[in-house]
């Protein structure tokens, strides 16, 4: 199908490859080379669609956001060229983060105002939650660990994005990473003097954000990088609860959201999300590492000790835990993002006490002598592993699920995979295609990932503490600040790896294969 633009169009479908619309006239190619495909959406003051670049090899996707004036007065067009411009600066600013989509051109034409963006294919959060159900406390855990980083990332660069919400949350299908997009409410600049009472209305409704989601101190134009922070908290009331605001109740003597009793009981995921949605602005966080950091202290660990169940996958029955050796030794404990309290010992002294508990009672294999060629992980009884396919593996990740130890893994392909901060603990993962994975502050340890295809992939920060990686294909892989003590490097390949930081010994790497490329765990290029 090609669609037409023109907003007054009475038909704007036409037959697919059609020069001018049928209806109206107008010309169906934009700047001769964007066709539009199909609408996505249309607020007060814009719409978008998707649409096919035909200028380029395979014709790919793209977004055009057609932001549209609300009258033709001159000043009417001055604020949305400013809203335009505005919107096309940020993106073109900080576009260049992966969970951020790209700005690729901008123009305006016939008093029309485009923006070409990247295309991010996958579900909004709003379509997950009426497809799957709501969230359990530990998804929503785990959505605000992976979407914290990402605000705190936009708000130093002085960006607040005003419209938080599920709509604007995508999860992209290629890796399940989680992607804000649209920002089009960005720090509002419009100059209320010159507008008269009808004006002002329409472009502020535009630029104000979405009511419900958008703080008083929002709704009043006066936002704060702490508004976005409100917004998520709203966003994860409709996680858990499935309410949107309006089917909520506020206290009207506080303007406070009554949503407490919509949640499952957690004193702490309570109290961290009652901050963030504190209507007083100098009580509420004031930044996304605040929130992530509140997250992390001893009360959350203390639920994880419980085990945490992901509600919408029955099949998931084991907790989340930190990476650890069995041994119970917690000196070489790799650091969690953001942290460096002693919740991580505390999460990690709870994980040796049951993997002792489990040997000790025969629920684990004893573990047998590291030697030539007889992998660790390969000493395991394959029927004390569980399988998995690489599409129930990646389902079970979106859900929430951080704990696949002792699952049998080997041969799957996960090129490009989004699985940071998992436990694949004693998991098989023999031969398993992960090259470019993130694999950021996960724990290998006494895996099996004998060839293994890690690849450019991203080890950082992760546990490989008496993990087999004989022969594995570590070429430009990043293993920065990795834990490798007692790890088996024979034969693996590290030419052009990064290892600054890294715990690992000479004598280790003499049996691995590197060159002028690889970094040393000192920081310098060479051999080794």
Not at 6 to 31: A, F
Not at 92 to 110: A, K, S, T, V
Not at 159 to 168: E, F, Q
Not at 459 to 466: D, L, P, T
Request: hydrophobic content about 35%; overall charge positive; charged content about 20%.
């Amino acid at each position: 199908m090609s669609y037409c633009l023109n907003p007054t169009c009475p038909n704007p479908e036409n037959v697919p490859y059609s020069h001018r619309c049928q209806s109206c006239g107008s010309r169906l190619l934009l700047r001769d080379r964007y066709r539009v495909i199909k609408p996505l959406g249309q607020g007060g003051f814009g719409a978008t669609f998707l649409a096919n670049d035909q200028a380029l090899p395979g014709e790919p996707s793209c977004v055009i956001k057609q932001l549209r004036p609300s009258g033709s007065a001159p000043h009417i067009l001055q604020m949305a060229r400013e809203l335009f411009e505005r919107e096309a600066k940020t993106l073109g600013r900080i576009g260049n983060h992966p969970q951020l989509p790209r700005l690729l051109d901008y123009f305006e034409d016939q008093e029309q105002f485009y923006l070409i963006q990247e295309y991010i294919s996958g579900s909004t959060l709003q379509q997950e939650v009426k497809q799957n159900g709501t969230f359990s406390e530990a998804g929503v855990k785990q959505f605000l660990s992976e979407v914290l980083p990402l605000l705190e990332y936009i708000h130093k660069n002085k960006v607040i994005h005003r419209d938080i919400k599920p709509a604007n949350l995508i999860r992209r299908t290629q890796d399940a990473r989680m992607v804000i997009i649209d920002f089009g409410a960005v720090k509002n600049q419009v100059s209320q003097a010159a507008l008269n009472l009808s004006e002002q209305t329409a472009l502020t409704a535009y630029a104000i954000g979405t009511p419900g989601f958008a703080p008083p101190e929002q709704m009043a134009m006066r936002p704060v990088y702490a508004s976005d922070i409100y917004a998520l908290g709203v966003t994860c009331i409709y996680l858990l609860s499935g309410k949107t605001p309006k089917d909520l109740d506020y206290n009207p003597k506080t303007g406070e959201i009554v949503w407490e009793h919509l949640v499952p009981p957690n004193d702490h995921l309570m109290s961290v999300l009652r901050k963030m949605l504190d209507v007083s602005v100098r009580h509420r966080y004031q930044s996304a590492d605040e929130v992530l950091r509140a997250l992390e202290i001893e009360p959350y660990l203390e639920s994880l000790a419980q085990g945490l169940l992901v509600k919408s996958d029955p099949n998931v029955k084991e907790a989340i835990y930190p990476p650890v050796d069995n041994s119970g030794n917690l000196d070489h404990i790799p650091a969690a993002s953001n942290s460096g309290s002693s919740a991580a010992q505390v999460a990690a002294a709870i994980r040796a006490r049951r993997a002792k508990n489990a040997e000790s009672d025969g629920s684990l294999p004893v573990k047998k002598k590291f030697g030539h060629n007889s992998g660790i992980g390969s000493q395991r009884q394959n029927h004390q592993q569980r399988k998995l396919n690489a599409q129930d593996l990646l389902t079970a990740y979106i859900k929430g699920r951080r704990d696949f130890s002792l699952h049998n893994l080997s041969f799957l392909k996960l090129p490009g995979a989004d699985l940071s901060n998992t436990n694949f603990h004693s998991a098989q993962l023999q031969s398993t295609h992960l090259q470019g994975a993130n694999l950021h502050n996960s724990d290998f340890s006494r895996a099996n990932l004998v060839r293994a295809n890690l690849r450019e992939a991203n080890i950082s920060k992760a546990y490989f503490n008496h993990a087999d990686l004989e022969s594995a294909d570590l070429r430009g892989a990043d293993l920065s600040e990795a834990y490798l003590s007692n790890a088996n490097l024979r034969g693996a390949n590290l030419c052009g790896a990064n290892l600054t930081g890294a715990k690992v010994s000479d004598d280790q790497l003499g049996l691995a294969k590197t060159n002028w490329m690889t970094i040393r765990p000192n920081g310098k290029r060479g051999l080794l």
